[in-house]
């Protein structure tokens, strides 16, 4: 059965369900009953603390939600595309910690949120995020500039649609996860 071009298959759906629910579920499952010292712990001088690392998934998925849909929301309706290329890149490659990114300034931790603020920010963007994409009809349809994706295919790809910027904050939330067991397993961790 054919699709209409740039319409969001049931398929597609479910997958960023799953996701974003899975990545959301690894953030709370990492850091459930942790003592504020284990929160705090910072394994050197220029690495995040596991709050830091929480209060920067929570703003990278609250940029999404605001500015980033905003901007999709605006921009002109475009043609045929293919982006089964770029949702397997995002899927594959942002969790990839070998890969070193300077993440937006706005993204940096400031001390926002205490860590049960946080994660709760994090739960409820989880939701916003999966409705977004559920009721945005135009989701596929509309793509903007990304400069992660820039950065991690060095230039190759450039645009991401709603959809893919939904599996971006995902992929970025898997990829965070893993930094935060990385603390977890410094030596000097708090047990």
């Known amino acids: 059965m054919l699709t209409e071009i740039g319409v969001l298959t049931q398929a597609e759906l479910e997958q ?3 996701y974003v629910e899975q990545t959301g579920d690894g953030v709370s499952a990492a850091t459930d009953e942790l003592s504020e010292e284990q929160w705090n712990f910072k ?3 220029e690495r995040w603390s596991i709050a830091e690392i929480v209060e920067h998934v929570v703003v990278i998925q609250e940029l ?3 500015p980033i849909r905003g901007a999709l929301a605006a921009a002109p309706v475009c043609g045929d595309r293919d982006h089964k290329r770029v949702d397997e890149f995002v899927v594959d490659r942002f969790p990839d910690r070998s890969i070193k990114l ?7 931790p ?4 205490n860590p049960a603020e946080a994660l709760e920010r994090l739960t409820a963007n989880c939701g ?3 409705e977004y994409v ?9 793509v903007i500039e990304a400069a992660p994706l820039i950065a991690i295919s060095k230039g190759e790809l450039r645009e991401m649609d709603g959809y893919q910027w939904v599996l971006a904050v995902a992929a970025h939330t898997e990829r965070h996860t893993e ?3 990385e603390v977890q397993g410094d030596p000097g961790y708090p047990g």
């Open 43 to 45: 394994p050197g001088p």
């Open 134 to 142: 559920e009721s945005t009809p135009d989701v596929r349809q509309r």
């Open 179 to 181: 930094q935060i067991r």
């Open 128 to 130: 916003q995020l999966t």
């Open 64 to 66: 999404v939600l605001g």
């Open 110 to 113: 400031t001390g926002r949120w």
């Open 16 to 18: 960023c369900r799953r």
């Open 102 to 108: 300077q993440g937006p300034e706005p993204g940096k």
